[in-house]
């Protein structure tokens, strides 16, 4: 299938999130799914779909590091929306290396090694999956980060490390965290129950993972303080990518 042009492109840019995945499911139909953790957005954005086309992939990369609910809620999600997620997980050669280089915490001593394991058991996975799809719906919103609101759209051409490309969709851009509350509220959307705990100390997740990377944090924290508490800029795994970097 062609790129899209300039003109189409601002088209879909101009759509609802529910217009946007009508557009994305129907032009693309099996050469597109929803990339997801199982965060809000991305439960979010399964609804929606659910309710504008008859049938969608749904694609989940298990690092084998999630926690035990993350794996129960998946299941909840399949029977709720009648769908099959494809879980992913990292090739068994290559977790292998990793765990001879680094062990089995190695990727929490610095942020290299914490990249090299993202890599291998995150990025590595969907990079495979991707490669055969035009279109890949993920959970970008703008109010994630100062770099995402500057640089990043709707609906825009990814391009790749190995110099390729695919359409990324983002259809919950412009949506705020408020704005996922009222839509969960209002269409009694069943979401991760991690967002339940709380700690005796009053912390709570704003952001779900790899338990070894993601921490409840105080409400008046931001969202990616969770991530990787011990790096203070770099923050991102690399699993969305732009000019070189991960975003
Ligand atoms: S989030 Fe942590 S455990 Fe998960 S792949 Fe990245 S470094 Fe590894």
Same mark, same amino acid.
């Given at each position: 299938?062609?790129?899209?042009?300039?003109?189409?492109?601002?088209?879909?840019?101009?759509?609802?999130?529910? =217009? @946007?995945?009508?557009? %994305?499911?129907?032009?693309?139909?099996?050469?597109?799914? $929803?990339? %997801?953790?199982?965060?809000?957005?991305?439960?979010? $954005?399964?609804?929606? %779909?659910?309710?504008?086309?008859?049938?969608?992939?749904?694609?989940?990369?298990?690092? @084998? =590091?999630?926690?035990?609910?993350?794996?129960?809620?998946?299941?909840?999600?399949?029977?709720?929306?009648?769908?099959?997620?494809?879980?992913?997980?990292?090739?068994?050669?290559?977790?292998?290396?990793?765990?001879?280089?680094?062990?089995?915490?190695?990727?929490?001593?610095?942020? !290299?090694?914490?990249? =090299?394991?993202?890599?291998? #058991?995150?990025?590595?996975? *969907? =990079?495979?999956?991707?490669?055969?799809?035009?279109?890949?719906?993920?959970? @970008?919103?703008?109010?994630?980060?100062?770099?995402?609101?500057?640089?990043?759209?709707?609906?825009?051409?990814?391009?790749?490390?190995?110099?390729?490309?695919? @359409?990324? $969709?983002?259809?919950?851009?412009?949506? %705020?965290?408020?704005?996922?509350?009222?839509?969960? *509220?209002?269409?009694?959307?069943? $979401?991760?129950?991690?967002?339940?705990?709380?700690?005796?100390?009053?912390? !709570?997740?704003?952001?779900?993972?790899?338990?070894?990377?993601?921490?409840?944090?105080?409400?008046?924290?931001?969202?990616?303080?969770?991530?990787?508490?011990?790096? #203070?800029?770099?923050?991102?795994?690399?699993?969305?990518?732009?000019?070189?970097?991960?975003?």
């Amino acid at each position: 299938m062609s790129k899209l042009s300039k003109e189409q492109l601002d088209e879909i840019n101009s759509f609802s999130a529910e =217009r @946007l995945l009508k557009w %994305t499911f129907e032009h693309y139909g099996k050469q597109v799914a $929803i990339g %997801t953790s199982f965060q809000k957005t991305g439960t979010v $954005i399964i609804d929606i %779909t659910s309710r504008v086309v008859d049938s969608f992939r749904v694609y989940f990369v298990d690092t @084998l =590091r999630h926690p035990e609910s993350t794996y129960e809620f998946i299941k909840s999600v399949e029977a709720r929306y009648n769908i099959d997620v494809e879980i992913l997980k990292p090739d068994t050669e290559e977790l292998q290396q990793l765990n001879n280089q680094q062990g089995q915490w190695g990727h929490l001593f610095s942020a !290299k090694e914490r990249k =090299r394991c993202c890599q291998v #058991r995150k990025i590595n996975p *969907a =990079r495979r999956l991707e490669a055969d799809l035009e279109a890949v719906v993920s959970g @970008l919103r703008a109010d994630q980060s100062a770099f995402r609101a500057a640089n990043m759209k709707k609906a825009y051409y990814e391009n790749r490390e190995d110099g390729g490309h695919i @359409l990324k $969709i983002n259809p919950m851009f412009e949506w %705020t965290e408020a704005d996922l509350d009222d839509y969960i *509220a209002e269409n009694d959307v069943q $979401i991760h129950p991690l967002y339940d705990y709380e700690s005796e100390h009053g912390e !709570k997740y704003k952001v779900i993972g790899c338990g070894t990377c993601h921490f409840p944090v105080q409400p008046d924290r931001p969202a990616r303080s969770g991530k990787f508490p011990w790096e #203070r800029s770099e923050k991102e795994c690399g699993l969305h990518y732009k000019d070189g970097g991960g975003i």
